[in-house]
């Protein structure tokens, strides 16, 4: 499966306790490595591999649970599967909120005129 982000993206966080938040998408994290003070390898432990991106919050600090689910100290740097993540990229694709609610209709002028208002007083 293709990966959604790439590294230099700002991506928005989908789901978790970041919901919402806008990170950087710094480079592919490396199987068992520490960010933030914590070894990210058990959080993926699904059965299957998933491509996991180091980030950083475009602002604020983010929220971390250990594994053990005990609340971590919240810090900048975080490890995201690529899943969780959508990019945010200008470039000549079709607007998701467009492709959803379709193009906005064109307003039409209204049809009286100036002088059409003089002669109904």
């Not at 919402?20 to 003070?37: F, K, L």
């Not at 699904?46 to 609340?71: D, E, F």
Request: glycine content about 10%; hydrophobic content about 40%.
């Amino acid at each position: 499966m293709k990966p959604r982000c790439k590294p230099g993206d700002l991506a928005f966080i989908l789901r978790g306790p970041n919901a919402g938040a806008i990170v950087h998408v710094i480079r592919a994290y490396r199987d068992g490595e520490m960010i933030a003070g914590s070894r990210w390898i058990d959080q993926f432990d699904s059965g299957t591999p998933s491509l996991a991106w180091v980030i950083q919050s475009a602002g604020g600090l983010l929220k971390h649970r250990y594994v053990t689910g005990q609340q971590a100290p919240d810090d900048a740097m975080a490890v995201l599967v690529d899943k969780e993540l959508k990019p945010i990229r200008p470039g000549k694709g079709q607007d998701e909120v467009l492709r959803i609610t379709g193009r906005p209709k064109a307003t039409t002028k209204p049809k009286t005129t100036p002088a059409a208002i003089g002669s109904a007083a």
